[in-house]
């Protein structure tokens, strides 16, 4: 407060902690071709995360800054609407959280090899033509949409989180395990100045159990097990960063926790290795919450 000699003058409290921020929330469990990602019911959906995010106390971001796009409306075209959007909305202070909580498809060969993001509106007889590519091609001049997006946002910094995988009932021609061109993606990605990328696992690994989603939302929630070294460890930095989750906090944070909610099934499969490299001075702050948190 700043003091007057006719008394004190509150500083109002911001509305919210990340007034710079912007989101894009994507979550499809079905898809138009009759196909339902195995247990979907485990992931939060992209509403429950979206309200998250515009929440003050949680983590700070304006209301009309965040996109949620769940099931039947996260078509090809409301996709790129809002990637366009955020092109035209964002600037040089700005930091976007992109969330993918979709299928994804590989092609190893042929025209359309390449590494895409499954819309609702996915047709595997037109992958081009309905799947939102991230990368296509070989050699240097490999592009694709999501790679021209992230390359031309103006937003100093983006997190792109993707809980994908790529099961073979949906598109039994996309062959399965084979990485070669998302690895390609992730490591163009990490050349881009202010580019992060976070995801729940290998191609040929279930990212179906729910764990690093539920992880993902968990920290930006600030849901606590009081029992828990890791959690308190990660709220006591929360705290000494002046409430805000940091990139590099929250990378420490899932991979230390990856194993411990695993579903029983799921408990002893050392399958699941989530890609979570992020290069150097790119800490910038993903959430911040308007109250203090619990040391």
Same mark, same amino acid.
């Given at each position: 407060s700043v003091r007057y000699s006719h008394g004190d003058l509150a500083v109002r409290t911001p509305l919210c902690g990340c007034p710079q921020h912007y989101a894009l929330v994507v979550s499809i469990s079905y898809y138009r071709c009759k196909f339902r990602l195995p247990g979907s019911e485990r992931q939060p959906r992209a509403s429950a995360l979206a309200r998250v995010l515009t929440e003050p106390l949680l983590a700070g971001y304006p209301l009309e800054n965040v996109t949620a796009l769940v099931d039947q409306e996260a078509t090809l075209e409301n996709m790129r609407a809002a990637l366009e959007r955020l092109k035209t909305s964002t600037s040089d202070n700005s930091t976007v959280l992109l969330y993918f909580d979709c299928s994804a498809a590989e092609v190893s060969q042929g025209p359309d090899a390449g590494y895409y993001l499954c819309p609702f509106d996915y047709d595997g007889g037109d992958r081009t033509g309905s799947a939102l590519s991230c990368i296509r091609g070989f050699g240097k001049e490999a592009r694709g949409e999501l790679?021209?997006?992230?390359?031309t946002m103006p937003a100093e910094k983006v997190l792109m989180v993707l809980v994908t995988c790529s099961p073979d009932t949906m598109d039994p021609e996309v062959p399965v395990g084979s990485p070669f061109f998302r690895e390609k993606f992730f490591q163009r990605v990490l050349e881009l100045p202010g580019r992060c990328?976070?995801?729940s696992c290998r191609m040929d690994e279930p990212t179906y159990t729910g764990t690093f989603a539920t992880l993902v939302y968990q920290a930006f929630?600030?849901? @606590?097990?009081?029992?828990?070294?890791?959690?308190?460890?990660?709220?006591?930095?929360?705290?000494?960063?002046?409430?805000a989750v940091l990139v590099f906090n929250l990378v420490d944070?899932? @991979?230390?926790?990856?194993?411990?909610?695993?579903?029983?099934?799921? @408990?002893?499969?050392?399958?699941?290795h989530p890609f979570l490299e992020v290069t150097e001075g790119n800490n910038f702050v993903v959430v911040r919450r308007t109250r203090p948190t619990p040391a």
């Open positions: 790679m021209d997006y992230l390359g990328v976070l995801s929630s600030g849901a @606590r097990d009081e029992g828990s070294d890791i959690d308190n460890q990660f709220y006591a930095k929360v705290a000494a960063d002046a409430n944070y899932l @991979r230390r926790h990856m194993h411990r909610l695993m579903p029983r099934e799921y @408990r002893d499969d050392v399958r699941t």
